[in-house]
């Protein structure tokens, strides 16, 4: 019954630990609108904000869109 607990409990750790990184480093979630109401206008194309990328170097993008 204790490797079941273990697992349960770090799954449940995993989990929430992924929601925090979530809810903090995502540009998607703004929490301060007073300073920055748009983060996701502030981010450069080599800002790398997923957490795991296939065959992707985010060193190479160029910007491709406008400033405003």
Partial sequence: LIPLFVIIGSGGVGASLYLMRLAMFNPDVSWDKKNNPEPWNKMSPSDQYKFYSVN????????DRPDF
């Fill in 56 to 63: 992707m170097d985010y060193s190479r993008l160029k910007k």
